[in-house]
């Protein structure tokens, strides 16, 4: 499914104020205070941020963007469309406003490789550890987010980053009470006449300062966004987030106790624009106005009407791609503690508990009757209608006597809605136990616990006479067969459960800075298929009733029943970092990390067909590289190489509502990266990045028994040859004004590199105007101005990548959009 799971939470913001000065940018509690350099003195103090952008001394390559940068951003915007600013990333939103999702690599990459987390627990989906950009924190709360271009920290609860990570903070609530809000109006201003494509959204924030002589303060904050589809003439967004943080400071020394909530909710639809470009033909589109269209069935359109004893066909209505709707309600409660146990000992715990209930799909048909082989449920099979159709479409069968569409038979074929709907219950917790041996060493042991139950059903609701649904959830209220059951298109249960011990040393011995560390994951999957399995890709056929499955498999010996079958991984993996610090401004670093990605649960059930399971990725990944800071440069540039074994490469297919994966064999990758941030006086900033890649595929993947794909000496389809680009800002007078631009280079849809997307160059703009410049008592308030894509670049954004395909759907880039806002506090 498109939106299986999204975790927009986890452990609780650092409280960076009360415990450090300066977190070295880590994932959880015990990775911030174990890196703090207040508690180990690294030679050479270190630089803040210019600009917004930070490089953390680290062995590890990272750059750091922060609230300055964020918030001059479009507000209501991803944080990983702001994370384009990083060397090595490349993101494409799905619109303009960060409210529908998009296609995001680093180092090449893509998502499911690449383990983001927010305060230290990961957002990524627990099934196929895919990122749902669309459900990001507001970013008005965000303090920071840093990527780091090569491992994770050693207590990170990951399974599958092998290719980076990125990590958010939230802020810590201010010790004065305060309220901050921001009204924004938005549209499409491109070319092409699209007409008006509206974006409205309001963010509120109140902050209770210090209530108690102890120092208990918290936040409550909320925002709501509404837009319009980009491109076509139907549907939209409407998405709601909440926020709450309650910190408690437990003396002066940095210990703390905090608790936090944060629910999300999303209503929007499929509105990018695959359905309208979804063959090679079109992938060179240039023409601005072909990417504004409308829908293939007539909308506004009427379902067909019943006729009693007629047997009624189904129309076209409601099931165009963009028709679909991808609702989502995410919620937890997260935790996050620091005790000082005696002078050289400390303790930290960050527990969290997250909930999600999301869908992602369209529309199937249902038939009033058993299906050709007597058998009720949902069946991934050839048109009932027309057996030699060969029309491979999930199907619905009712027992007799089932009236679909109330006319008072049980004859017609009907037009029904068929999402894969997913609710996922995920706890967890990080625990970290820190002693320091003197002032120049320490070490910390850490103990990390993931558990997720996976639930992922396929049951069908009904149609409302306009084509749109009834419930967007229709687990709430499925439809049922002739003896209550509700037939359905999948219908699996799986338990992913990580528990991982992991040890790290950090010590100083002159300029040299030394991490050595290694962690043990040991990873579970229970799968619990409960439907039959009619191939290798994992193809299902969901049989109601015992008797009726046992006859089913006996009448298909080649089938699998249903079945559960529990999965173990675990390795053990090293890491090692090195700086050293020629000058208090200029270093050196190096670093060294194994990594493990586990399959996902769309391979593993796969699997069940052959009773093999595939193969874990893992990977040797190095990095050396040069830094220079000071109170007016952040540069670092860094070589990398990284070798993988059974590299896994997935991508979701919008058609099957599935992720594909396939496994590449062993690959290289390798590359360079780097930035400059530079503010030569206090009016003005000059901000400079890049990176390239190169991967090299070494064999021919095999295809079928004598038959191979020839991608020997190819590149790994969707990630670009090269980024490049730059951030300008100037302050004159009340008047602050921004401007980035990059250009991304060429891609393959296909890892036999047949098939070249090009490359593309989006610029946009940013304007401040300061209303305490006029009146000091609006010292908090300002207007600001976004333009996106200023030059209304035509390109392709995210596509989906395959071995050989040609044919794959591909998302037009978002046009020229802007937003006017009105940011108040006091």
């Not at 401007?739 to 997307?757: S, W």
């Amino acid at each position: 499914m498109k939106f299986k799971y999204l975790l927009t939470a986890s452990a609780v913001g650092i409280a960076a104020s009360a415990m450090v000065a300066s977190p070295a940018a880590a994932q959880s509690t015990g990775s911030a205070d174990f890196d703090d350099e207040n508690v180990i003195v690294v030679s050479g103090a270190r630089a803040t941020d210019v600009g917004g952008v930070d490089i953390p001394d680290s062995p590890k390559a990272k750059v750091q963007i922060d609230s300055e940068l964020i918030g001059r951003q479009t507000p209501g915007q991803t944080i990983n469309d702001t994370l384009n600013l990083v060397p090595g990333v490349s993101f494409t939103n799905n619109d303009p406003f960060g409210s529908l999702g998009g296609s995001f690599t680093i180092r090449g990459f893509s998502s499911d490789r690449i383990s983001q987390t927010f305060d230290g627990v990961p957002l990524n989906d627990s099934g196929n550890y895919a990122l749902y950009t669309n459900q990001m924190l507001d970013p008005e709360i965000i303090e920071y987010a840093t990527v780091s271009l090569g491992s994770t920290d050693v207590d990170s609860p990951t399974a599958s980053a092998a290719g980076g990570t990125i990590n958010i903070r939230s802020k810590v609530p201010d010790d004065e009470f305060g309220v901050l809000t921001s009204i924004t109006y938005g549209n499409i201003i491109s070319r092409g006449d699209p007409g008006d494509r509206m974006m409205y959204r309001f963010f509120g924030k109140i902050e209770t300062g210090e209530l108690t002589a102890g120092g208990l303060k918290a936040y409550i904050s909320a925002s709501r966004t509404e837009n319009d589809s980009t491109f076509s003439n139907y549907g939209g967004v409407d998405k709601q987030q909440y926020n709450a943080k309650l910190f408690q400071p437990l003396g002066d020394n940095g210990d703390f106790i905090s608790i936090a909530g944060h629910y999300n909710q999303n209503r929007n639809n499929f509105n990018g624009s695959p359905s309208n470009f979804s063959g090679i033909e079109t992938y060179a589109i240039q023409d601005p106005e072909d990417r504004f269209y409308d829908l293939s069935d007539g909308t506004p359109c009427t379902l067909v009407d019943g006729v009693n004893g007629v047997q009624d066909r189904y129309n076209s209505c409601g099931t165009p791609f963009e028709r679909r709707y991808n609702p989502s309600n995410t919620g937890n409660i997260r935790g996050n503690s620091r005790f000082s146990i005696g002078d050289s000992l400390t303790l930290t715990v960050d527990p969290s508990f997250q909930y999600v209930k999301a869908n992602g799909g369209g529309t199937s048909i249902g038939y009033e009757g058993f299906s050709p082989d007597g058998f009720t449920g949902g069946i991934f099979r050839t048109d009932a209608r027309n057996p030699q159709r060969n029309n491979r479409s999930t199907q619905y069968y009712y027992f007799g006597g089932t009236d679909l569409n109330g006319d008072g038979d049980t004859l017609d074929y009907v037009t029904i809605l068929s999402p894969s709907h997913t609710q996922t219950r995920r706890y967890g917790v990080i625990a970290n136990l820190i002693y320091d041996i003197d002032a120049n060493n320490r070490v910390r042991l850490a103990y990390t616990f993931d558990r997720a139950r996976h639930r992922q059903t396929g049951t069908a609701g009904s149609l409302l006479p306009n084509g749109e649904p009834v419930d967007v959830f229709p687990i709430n209220d499925p439809l049922l067969d002739n003896d209550g059951v509700a037939p359905q298109k999948r219908n699996r249960l799986s338990y992913a459960t990580l528990n991982q011990v992991s040890a790290e040393y950090r010590g100083e011995f002159g300029n040299l800075v030394a991490q050595v560390g290694v962690r043990a994951p040991f990873f579970s999957r229970d799968l619990n298929q409960y439907c039959v399995t009619t191939d290798a890709s994992g193809n299902v056929n969901c049989i109601n009733g015992d008797a009726d499955i046992a006859a089913y498999v006996a009448a298909n010996p080649s089938y699998v029943a249903p079945v559960s079958a529990k999965y173990k991984y675990d390795k053990l993996l090293p890491n090692v970092g090195l700086t050293y610090n020629f000058t208090d401004a200029f270093s050196v670093f190096a670093s060294y990390a194994k990594n493990l990605s586990v399959p996902g649960t769309d391979s593993l059930y796969g699997s069940l067909f052959v009773g093999v399971a595939p193969v874990p990725e893992t990977s040797d990944s190095f990095d050396l590289g040069l830094r220079y800071q000071t109170g007016n440069v952040q540069a670092q540039v860094s070589g990398w190489f990284n070798r993988y074994n059974n590299r896994l490469a997935s991508a979701y297919d919008p058609v099957l509502d599935r992720t594909i994966t396939r496994n590449l064999g062993t690959v290289d990758k390798y590359g360079i990266d780097g930035s400059i941030s530079w503010k030569p006086s206090d009016p003005f900033l000059l901000y400079v990045f890049g990176s390239y890649l190169k991967s090299d595929i070494k064999d021919d993947v095999q295809t079928g028994a004598n038959s191979f794909a020839a991608t020997a000496g190819k590149r790994e389809a969707g990630a670009p040859k090269f980024t490049l680009g730059a951030r300008a800002q100037a302050e004159l007078g009340p008047v602050e004004l921004g401007a980035q631009i990059k250009r991304t280079g060429v891609r393959y849809l296909n890892d036999i590199n047949t098939v070249e997307l090009p490359g593309y160059t989006v610029a946009d703009l940013d304007m401040r105007l300061s209303l305490g410049h006029f009146n000091e008592d609006l010292e908090k308030a300002y207007v600001q101005i976004n333009v996106t894509n200023l030059l209304d670049e035509v390109y392709i954004g995210s596509a989906s990548t395959g071995l050989t395909t040609s044919g794959a759907f591909v998302n037009i880039g978002p046009p020229r959009a802007f937003t006017a806002s009105l940011i108040w506090g006091f």
